[in-house]
């Protein structure tokens, strides 16, 4: 089993809608969660970026935590074909030098 | 302002040669890491610097080198290609502070083909 399981897709939704990108973990000790966003044949940029427990919100998304749960969720609203790309998430425990990655969910935003 | 630059951006390689990835940041970061990018398996880290002249070792070490020659650049060094190696190298410093809070800064990536 993995430390940190993401479904690959690919979501494809039309343009406006709301999109839910999801994330399981394994390590209760993860207390940094992020979220990364990478353009085909780019780098990862950072997206959001959240301490512990709660909620986020930067603009059209929102990330949540739920430890208890271990699942973290990244919420884009009215969606643009801007946003097509493949998004990461990754967290670490209080040492920040081993980030894991989930393997990224694909999305494309369809005009 | 460049952040992190990457070179070569592809390259080919025979089973067995040797190559080094070179990375540079011009963000006054202490902590500079390699990662691999493979199909369905995400990021995987291969080394990482906490800070100016020291390097450990990540999730898959295995077959490679790192050099942190100063505080600006990380090298990752391929003794003896093999196939497996074929993949996408990402090399990221980190932010500390600001709107990045602790994530990783990268660069746009170097695509090895081993063969």
């Known amino acids: 089993q993995k430390e940190v399981e993401q479904d690959p897709g690919p979501l494809s939704v039309p343009e406006g809608a709301i999109v839910s990108l999801n994330c399981t973990y394994s390590n209760s000790a993860f207390q940094y969660f992020m979220w990364y966003r990478q353009y085909s044949r780019k780098g990862p940029e950072l997206l959001m970026y959240t301490y512990s427990s709660g909620n986020k919100e930067d603009g059209r998304f929102t990330a949540q935590v739920d430890k208890s749960s271990k699942y973290i969720s990244l919420f884009i609203r009215d969606s643009q074909p801007s946003d097509s790309a493949t998004y990461l998430c990754a967290m670490s425990a209080s040492n920040n030098n081993d980030m894991r990655f989930g393997a990224g969910t694909r999305l494309t935003v369809k005009p | 302002n460049a952040g992190v630059t990457q070179t070569p951006k592809f390259q080919v390689l025979k089973t067995g040669q040797s190559m080094t990835l070179q990375c540079a940041q011009d963000?006054?970061?202490?902590?500079m890491y390699w990662y691999r990018q493979d199909p369905g398996m995400g990021l995987r880290l291969i080394y990482y610097?906490?800070?100016?002249?020291?390097?450990d070792k990540g999730e898959v070490p295995n077959g490679y080198n790192v050099s942190r020659l100063n505080k600006r650049e990380f090298s990752l060094r391929l003794e003896s290609a093999a196939p497996s190696q074929t993949s996408v190298y990402f090399c990221?410093?980190?932010?500390?502070?600001?709107?990045?809070?602790?994530?990783?800064?990268f660069g746009s990536g170097t695509r090895l083909t081993v063969v």
């Open positions: 963000m006054n970061h202490n902590s």
């Open positions: 990221a410093s980190r932010s500390v502070a600001g709107r990045g809070g602790y994530g990783y800064t």
């Open positions: 610097s906490a800070s100016e002249g020291t390097t």
